[in-house]
C-alpha cells in the first residue's frame, strides 16, 4: 500500500501502532512544519492533550513542529475578570498600554506554558518563547485606515500596541531544532523602542512559517475548514477563490486575515497552508498523513 491509498479511517487505526504508520511519515521527515493553535480550539482539555500528544509524534517521526498559538477567548475572559473593556477593529484587539499588559501576560505567562508543560508531559521537549526571546520577532506599530464612506476622506485608526511583524530571526528555532526541541512560540513582538507588541497569532505564524519556508503551515481553529454559503467544506482555494469568496460576503470576521495569512504564507515560500478544526482528535495527524487531508488547502493559482 502507498500513501495513496491509506484513507482516513485506515489511518486512525495504524496510528495506534507507530511502527506500522512509520512509511506513511518518513516522506517528510526532517521538514519543518507551523502549527497555529488558536484560542478557541484549546478550549478541550483531552482535545488539547492530543494535540500535544501529535505535536510529539511529529518529532518522534523526523518532522520538525514549530507551535505558534493563540488564546484571544483567554484574554478576553482575563480582561473581563479585571473590568477592562476590550473592542475589535477588523478583527484585531485594540490595546492600549493597561491591555498589552494583560495580554503578555496571559500568552506568555499562562498560555505559553500550559502548552509547554503539556507538549513535555507527552514526551517530548519542548521550550516555552515570545517573540522577544532570542530576537525572534521585531514588530512596528500596525497601522490601519478606513475610508469613510460619506466623505471618502481615508482616516487612520488607532489601535494602540497592536503590532506587526517586521523582522523574524529563526536563529533560535534552528537553534531549537538542531537540538531535537520542539519551539512554542506566543505571539509578542519586540518594537524599536523596547515596547511590547500585541500581534495576531495567525500572523505570526504565517511570518513564521516563511522564514523558515517550512513545508506545511497548519492553522487550527474552530470549524473544519472554509465552507462555502451552504456550510460545506470547501477542500482546495486558490487565491483567486480566496477573493471573490471575500468579496461575495462568503468568507467574514475572522476567517479574513487567516485566509490572507495563507496567501501570504505561500508566497513567501511555504509549500501549502491549511485551515483545519483544531477541536477533532488527531486533526494534525489526519491532514498530514492522510492523502485528502481534512480541511481547506490554500495555494496560489499556477502562474
Ligand atoms: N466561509 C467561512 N467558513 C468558515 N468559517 C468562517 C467563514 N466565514 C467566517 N467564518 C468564521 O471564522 C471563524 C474562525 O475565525 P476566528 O474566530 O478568528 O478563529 P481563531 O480564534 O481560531 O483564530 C469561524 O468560527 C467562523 O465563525
Ligand atoms: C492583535 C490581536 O488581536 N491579538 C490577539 C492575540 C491572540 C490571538 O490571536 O489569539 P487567537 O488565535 O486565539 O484568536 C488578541 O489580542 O486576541
Redesign the pocket.
Given at each position: 500500500m502507498t500513501a495513496a491509498d491509506i484513507s482516513r479511517a485506515e489511518w486512525l487505526a495504524k496510528a495506534s501502532t507507530l511502527s506500522e504508520a512509520l512509511p506513511y511519515m518518513r516522506r517528510y521527515a526532517g521538514k519543518t512544519f507551523v502549527v497555529k493553535y488558536?484560542?478557541?480550539?484549546m478550549g478541550d482539555e483531552t482535545v488539547a492533550e492530543l494535540f500535544a500528544r501529535n505535536i510529539v509524534l511529529l518529532r518522534q517521526v523526523g518532522i520538525n513542529p514549530v507551535v505558534v498559538h493563540?488564546g484571544?477567548?483567554q484574554i478576553g475572559a482575563m480582561l473581563a475578570r479585571l473590568k477592562i473593556k476590550s473592542e475589535f477593529i477588523d478583527?484585531l484587539r485594540v490595546t492600549d498600554r493597561e491591555t498589552v499588559e494583560i495580554v503578555e501576560m496571559v500568552l506568555s505567562g499562562a498560555i505559553n506554558k500550559q502548552l509547554t508543560a503539556m507538549v513535555n508531559g507527552a514526551g517530548g521537549v519542548a521550550v516555552g518563547l515570545s517573540g522577544k526571546d532570542g530576537g525572534l520577532i521585531r514588530a512596528e506599530k500596525l497601522t490601519r485606515t478606513r475610508r469613510d464612506p460619506e466623505s471618502n476622506i481615508e482616516k487612520v485608526l488607532d489601535l494602540g500596541f497592536v503590532g506587526e511583524p517586521k523582522v523574524i530571526d529563526v536563529s533560535i528555532i534552528r537553534a531549537l531544532e538542531k537540538s531535537g526541541i520542539i519551539p512554542i512560540i506566543a505571539p509578542i513582538g519586540l518594537g524599536p523602542n523596547g515596547e511590547t507588541f500585541n500581534i495576531n497569532?495567525?500572523t505570526v505564524a504565517g511570518a513564521v512559517a516563511a522564514a523558515l519556508k517550512a513545508t506545511r503551515l497548519l492553522?487550527?481553529?474552530?470549524?473544519s475548514?472554509?465552507?462555502?454559503k451552504a456550510g460545506d467544506l470547501m477542500p482546495e482555494l486558490t487565491d483567486g477563490d480566496v477573493r471573490r469568496?471575500i468579496a461575495d460576503g462568503?468568507?467574514?470576521?475572522?476567517?479574513?486575515?487567516?485566509v490572507e495569512t495563507c496567501l501570504e504564507a505561500v508566497d513567501g515560500g511555504v509549500e501549502a497552508a491549511v485551515i483545519l478544526d483544531?477541536r477533532v482528535p488527531n486533526s494534525v495527524l489526519l491532514e498530514i498523513f492522510t492523502e485528502h487531508g481534512v480541511g481547506t488547502l490554500i495555494r496560489r493559482e499556477a502562474a
Open positions: 488558536g484560542g478557541h480550539a493563540g484571544g477567548p478583527g497569532a495567525d492553522l487550527l481553529t474552530d470549524v475548514g472554509v465552507k462555502d469568496l462568503t468568507i467574514t470576521g475572522g476567517m479574513i486575515p487567516k483544531g
